[in-house]
């Protein structure tokens, strides 16, 4: 099994910041695709950032230049720095991994809430 934490989110006000992280465990395969996404009230759950285990990063283009993902594939880890927070941003933020086999695989994490207050 995969097990994905995610840890924190919290409340800040329009302007500041906040760092995600999330440790995932279990049978991963080495070679996946980590990812950032969030599902604000009413929204469907959109892709924030993602980052593959060579370190390539993907970014959605209403984060750019305020978020920046990370990865220490040694403790299968990953970081979201945000920076520049605005209310828009807030949501329930979910860490994600996939790889394809044959099949793809897919795992969530139990989600965090970040608020933003403006």
């Known amino acids: 099994q995969v097990q994905l934490v995610e840890s924190g989110g919290g409340l800040v006000q329009a302007g500041g910041s906040l760092r995600l992280s999330c440790a995932a465990s279990?049978?991963?395969?080495?070679?996946?695709?980590m990812g950032w996404y969030r599902q604000a009230p009413g929204k469907q759950r959109e892709l924030v950032a993602s980052?593959?285990?060579?370190?390539?990063?993907n970014y959605a283009d209403s984060v750019k230049g305020r978020f920046t993902m990370s990865r220490d594939n040694a403790k299968n880890t990953v970081d979201l720095q945000m920076s520049s927070l605005k209310p828009e941003d807030t949501a329930v933020y979910y860490c994600?991994?996939?790889?394809?086999?044959?099949?793809?695989?897919?795992?969530w994490g139990q989600g965090t809430q970040v608020t933003v207050s403006s």
């Open positions: 980052i593959t285990s060579g370190g390539s990063t």
């Open positions: 994600n991994v996939q790889w394809t086999i044959r099949a793809t695989f897919t795992y």
């Open positions: 279990g049978s991963i395969f080495s070679i996946n695709t």
